[in-house]
């Protein structure tokens, strides 16, 4: 099994800048794609970035320009780094990764329990 904790959410003024971390603990062989997605009220769930194995990035076109997607291979750590946040950032954001697990053939995906990002003055 492999567990994700998120965190970094919270309150932030438009125009201001957060930080979300989700670590991946747990059964991990590799750790391939790593994702972040979003869902705002009565909106549907939105791939938000994602970062390869590899360290090749794509990112939506409501965040380009303003937020970037890492990851700490050595950590198993992906970070959003969110700048210029706007109001219609506002949603529950959740990290996703998919991974080979040790012992077990596969790919395997996860997905972190959430963390909500509120932009409000």
């Known amino acids: 099994q492999v567990q994700l904790v998120e965190s970094g959410g919270g309150l932030v003024q438009p125009g201001g800048s957060l930080r979300l971390s989700c670590a991946a603990s747990?059964?991990?062989?590799?750790?391939?794609?790593m994702r972040w997605y979003r869902r705002a009220p009565g909106k549907e769930r939105e791939l938000v970035a994602l970062?390869?194995?590899?360290?090749?990035?794509n990112y939506a076109d409501s965040v380009k320009g303003r937020f970037t997607i890492s990851r700490d291979n050595a950590k198993n750590t992906v970070y959003l780094q969110m700048n210029s946040v706007k109001p219609e950032d506002t949603a529950m954001y959740y990290c996703?990764?998919?991974?080979?697990?040790?012992?077990?053939?596969?790919?395997?995906?996860?997905w972190g329990q959430g963390t909500q990002v509120t932009v409000s003055s």
């Open positions: 747990g059964s991990i062989f590799a750790i391939n794609t």
């Open positions: 970062i390869t194995s590899g360290g090749s990035t």
């Open positions: 996703y990764v998919n991974v080979e697990q040790k012992g077990m053939a596969g790919r395997y995906e996860y």
